[in-house]
């Protein structure tokens, strides 16, 4: 018995370090048309793997349902790009991006995580 | 046409754009078009297929026109960029509702802490007791799913996304509670008497403190914001503007480029312009941090969201809408704020994993005490682990750095500095030397005629004459001010047959079939003019800080002009305040080595460089910082743009409204080197604040966790209460935030 629970103990942490670290597959999308809608609610971006292409202009629609105050910005790192964003009201986020590669884009406190590559 | 058809004309200029979220055929659209169209008072529809937008013109209110499309099936919200108060009132109603969530969990909580303390319930083992109790695990339930829902749906979301946050933490934490209690009741005879507890009262408990510290801490957070709200509160929501012949009201939206607009004694200046009739006193002390009123007449600047003190006044609109002075501002300043200096990437780069180890202490705390604690281990688990998964708080973490720097980067606004990214607080705290440019930063930067000594034979008028002849054909800084002084005089200036510019040196210059040189010593040499006893002058004048222009004709020394630019009255003041702080202050001139020195030694720098080429300002730059120094440069943001660049953290200063100089980190709306000071101590205390805000999150963290996780138990006996660690969780967040809004009071 006691062997079972260590047993089922380490098992629980490897499924931690497999699920939140190693299979890492989140919601994917490709902007088609230049527009894609993000909803930010319950702590998540959906989606949070955006695929863009450089050098084109993209709009990224930030749909935030969720009312706790850590929704509230969107930050691109490396980008410098950030929104202030309100419950309820659409914000249309607009730019080109220029430099190739991948750029994370959290909350201010970077809980609220996704990826935006650049293709 | 009259006041009321004009403005009534206006109105319907204005459009609303809406965002209906499942436009997804060609049929929605014409559905759309007519429903909006039978609103009276709209004027057109233009529904965008492609991005599922539609423009709506028309005076209605945006509510209406959802309203509207719902009734058609629809669900629209309204895109445009919301108001400050709109904001507010939202982040106020979720205030309330997370207060009155609190008040009824906090309720319930104290019942069910009261039976359970008091022993007012029968044993949980016997048939009665377990009706009770399984009265009192649905009550949980009830607060579980009301005022905690949300952190369970979003831990859900969250776990399929392979991702874990706070709510992720509270989620399990109070599950757990609830889920063994719940089994305990249901099945009493499976569990050991002495493990046979419920938590109930610590499950609604833990609810009840982090709402109410999501609550306080939503009320803190709306402080930091407050200097962005100041700033947008200084616009007018009106203009008297004149429309044909008569000066109507109009909302601020619709004024136009060239609208010619009057500001009486006491109201706001609405927009931009140039001040085309009367004269005034304004007060520019919100967006400049310029304590002083300024005197403003025809032909001088006037800024949005300044105050008019005095006369009334005509002036024309130049920059209207996001163009202003003041939109700019407000754009910077929240662009600003949202970015993070080098020291916050630590903490982001913790909490980025901090869940799921937290997660895996809590399953190891799980496995310690069932291997090696006292009896019953069972017991000890539960308690244990939900003390860890409730006690850390990557909230602490997260908030320590965006909140100390947007209250800083809005404290520097309110003096009139625009710090353009929170790298640049971080450098500005650390900066060993500041160099100042000298023309325009350290002066005035608008030279004016000093001394004008004609030779014998000569008239002071003769010479100011051919000297402002000539100069009026260069674009020189220093020709500007020899025709200033000629203009002055109200002496006439003479055409000249032809001009050329003998490069840094002077000018050469046929007048009335004579040749003039203009210029410095050296030309005169080179020209074999002799210049006698005004080689005595000269050398004079340039002890005492001015430029000599020798003026010669065919040959003859006609005489010469001083030329020089005043010192900033409180240059002085600001470099001893820099020094104090223990900053090597050294001044950077194009000007010859004796005009800077006395420059120098009138204000007092440590150091000066003169004879620098524009050019090579940067290269200076570069040389200092090879020696280990971290130096920021001051200068004037166009003419210094590489040097500014080059520098650890660069200054723009005397660039009046113009705001977005890219080559700056900071720039200074005010003329005066104290913003430099300013930006210096503001940077420091809010550096200093972040420091202190990453070290009692990363501390909290690492002396709660292996608390609750029971490391003192082995020596002390002590066990952290999960209720405890809930409270100590909330907590900890609203003391940062509190922490950094105490830098709303700092004063530099």
Redesign the interface.
């Known amino acids: 018995m006691?062997i079972l629970?260590?047993l089922v103990?380490?098992f629980?942490?490897a499924f931690?370090?497999w699920?939140?670290?190693i299979?890492?597959?989140?919601?994917e999308a490709h902007v088609e048309?230049n527009?894609l809608?993000i909803v930010v609610?319950?702590?998540?971006y959906?989606p949070?793997v955006i695929h863009v292409k450089a050098g084109e202009p993209v709009?990224l629609?930030f749909?935030r349902k969720d009312?706790?105050?850590?929704a509230e910005?969107v930050?691109f790192d490396g980008l410098?790009i950030?929104a202030?964003l309100?419950?309820?009201?659409?914000y249309?986020l607009t730019f080109t991006p220029e430099k190739k590669g991948e750029f994370e884009f959290?909350c201010?406190?970077?809980?609220?995580?996704g990826k935006l590559i650049v293709e | 046409m009259s006041k009321v058809a004009d403005s009534m004309n206006n109105k319907s200029e204005i459009s609303k754009r809406l965002y209906v979220s499942d436009i997804s055929c060609a049929g929605c659209v014409e559905t759309i078009e007519a429903a909006l169209k039978s609103v009276p008072g709209v004027d057109e529809v233009q529904v965008n297929f492609a991005d599922r937008t539609v423009n709506v013109s028309g005076d209605v209110p945006a509510d209406t026109l959802i309203q509207a499309i719902s009734k058609s099936g629809y669900t629209a919200s309204i895109m445009e960029d919301n108001t400050e108060s709109e904001r507010e009132n939202k982040d106020l109603a979720h205030y309330k509702k997370l207060l009155k969530k609190t008040v009824i969990s906090g309720i319930i909580s104290l019942v069910i802490v009261a039976v359970t303390m008091l022993g007012l319930l029968p044993d949980v083992a016997s048939f009665r007791g377990q009706i009770s109790w399984g009265i009192v695990s649905l009550l949980t339930l009830f607060v579980l799913t009301y005022a905690g829902g949300r952190f369970f749906t979003g831990a859900l979301k969250s776990f399929k996304n392979h991702n874990a946050n706070m709510d992720t933490l509270i989620a399990i934490g109070t599950g757990v509670a609830w889920v063994y209690s719940t089994f305990v009741v249901l099945f009493p005879d499976s569990v050991s008497e002495i493990a046979r507890h419920v938590y109930f009262d610590t499950a609604t408990l833990i609810i009840t403190f982090i709402n109410l510290g999501s609550a306080l801490e939503m009320r803190a957070r709306g402080k930091t914001s407050e200097a962005i709200k100041r700033l947008i509160g200084l616009q007018p929501k009106t203009a008297r503007v004149l429309r044909e012949g008569s000066e109507v009201d109009i909302p601020i939206e619709q004024v136009q480029m060239d609208d010619i607009v009057r500001v009486r004694p006491g109201e706001k200046i609405p927009v931009d312009g140039e001040l085309t009739e009367g004269s005034s006193h304004v007060d520019e002390s919100m967006l400049t941090g310029e304590p002083v009123p300024v005197t403003k007449k025809v032909g001088d600047e006037v800024v949005g969201g300044s105050v008019n003190k005095s006369g009334s006044f005509l002036f024309k609109a130049t920059r209207i809408g996001k163009d202003t002075a003041l939109s700019q501002i407000i754009d910077m300043v929240r662009k600003a704020q949202n970015t993070k200096p080098e020291i916050g990437r630590l903490a982001d780069k913790v909490s980025a994993i901090f869940v799921p180890i937290v997660l895996i202490i809590a399953v190891l705390t799980m496995l310690a005490w069932f291997n090696f604690g006292p009896p019953p281990q069972l017991t000890y688990m539960l308690v244990t682990t939900m003390a860890v998964l409730i006690i850390a708080c990557p909230c602490a973490l997260g908030l320590a750095t965006p909140i100390s720097v947007m209250v800083g980067v809005g404290k520097a606004a309110e003096y009139g500095v625009l710090i353009r990214k929170g790298d640049a607080l971080q450098k500005a705290g650390q900066l060993t030397i500041v160099v100042l440019d000298k023309t325009g930063t350290i002066t005035e930067g608008k030279p004016v005629v000093t001394a004008i000594e004609p030779s014998e034979g000569w008239s002071e008028n003769e010479l100011l004459k051919i000297a402002s002849s000539v100069e009026t054909n260069s674009e020189h800084p220093l020709a500007e001010a020899v025709v200033e002084a000629s203009k002055e005089k109200n002496i006439e200036l003479i055409s000249i047959e032809s001009f050329e510019a003998v490069s840094g040196h002077g000018v050469r210059a046929l007048y009335q079939q004579k040749t003039v040189l203009l210029g410095n010593r050296k030309l005169m040499n080179d020209n074999g003019v002799n210049l006698g006893s005004l080689i005595e002058s000269s050398e004079k004048l340039s002890k005492l800080g001015q430029t000599v222009i020798f003026v010669s004709v065919n040959g003859e020394a006609v005489g010469l002009l001083g030329i020089s630019d005043p010192i900033k009255t409180d240059s002085k003041e600001a470099i001893q305040r820099l020094q104090k702080s223990g900053i090597k202050v050294v001044m950077l001139t194009g000007d010859n080595r004796a005009t800077a020195e006395t420059v120098a030694s009138l204000v007092g720098v440590d150091d000066f460089i003169a004879e620098v080429l524009p050019q090579d300002k940067a290269h200076e730059i570069t040389k200092l910082q090879e020696l280990g120094e971290k130096v920021a440069m001051v200068g004037d943001g166009i003419n210094d743009a590489p040097a500014l660049a080059g520098s650890d953290v660069g200054f723009a200063i005397g660039t009046g409204t113009d705001v977005a100089i890219e080559s700056a980190d900071i720039t200074l709306m005010r003329g005066s080197l104290h913003g430099v000071a300013d930006a210096i101590t503001i940077s420091k205390a809010t550096l200093r604040n972040i420091k202190e805000n990453l070290v009692g999150a990363f501390g909290y963290n690492s002396l709660a966790i292996p608390i609750a996780a029971g490391i003192l138990f082995p020596f002390t006996g002590l066990l952290l209460n999960p209720i405890i660690a809930g409270a100590a969780m909330a907590l900890s967040s609203v003391t940062v935030v509190t922490n950094a809004n105490r830098l709303r009071w700092f004063k530099p």
């Open positions: 006691e629970i260590n103990g380490l629980i942490i931690i370090v699920w939140f670290w299979f890492k597959k989140q919601s048309g527009l809608d609610d319950s702590g998540v959906e949070s709009t629609r749909i009312s706790s105050p850590c910005k930050l410098d950030s202030d309100s419950v309820g009201t659409p249309d959290t201010q406190m970077a809980m609220y995580r």
